[in-house]
Nanobody, 123 residues
């Protein structure tokens, strides 16, 4: 049984930075596509970024140029470096994984989900 556990969320001022981590327990996820989604209060869950087994990355237009996704397969960990944060980035951030080896912005394509970590951007 694979579990994804996020950490690194918190309260940050606009313009600040946070780094989210997602640690996978259980089997190795080296060939999995890993990613991040987020859900703000009253809004639908939305794609943030994903990274393929070969290191190729994809971002939503909302975060492109500000967020960076990376992975450390040896540590079974995925990271999301978030810079120049805005109040609109406030949401619960979820780590996701799928055996599908192509990038996807559809939440239904991901069958492994973490419990989520809260990110609040406010002055």
């Amino acid at each position: 049984q694979v579990q994804l556990v996020e950490s690194g969320g918190g309260l940050v001022q606009p313009g600040g930075s946070l780094r989210l981590s997602c640690a996978a327990s259980g089997r190795t996820l080296t060939t999995y596509t890993m990613g991040w989604f987020r859900q703000a209060p009253g809004k639908e869950r939305e794609f943030v970024a994903d990274i393929l087994w070969n290191g190729f990355t994809y971002y939503s237009d909302a975060v492109k140029g500000r967020f960076t996704i990376s992975r450390d397969n040896a540590q079974k960990t995925v990271y999301l470096q978030m810079n120049s944060l805005k109040p609109d980035d406030t949401a619960v951030y979820y780590c996701v994984a799928t055996e599908v080896i192509t990038a996807s912005e559809k939440s239904g394509d991901y069958d492994l989900w973490g419990q989520g970590t809260q990110v609040t951007v406010s002055s």
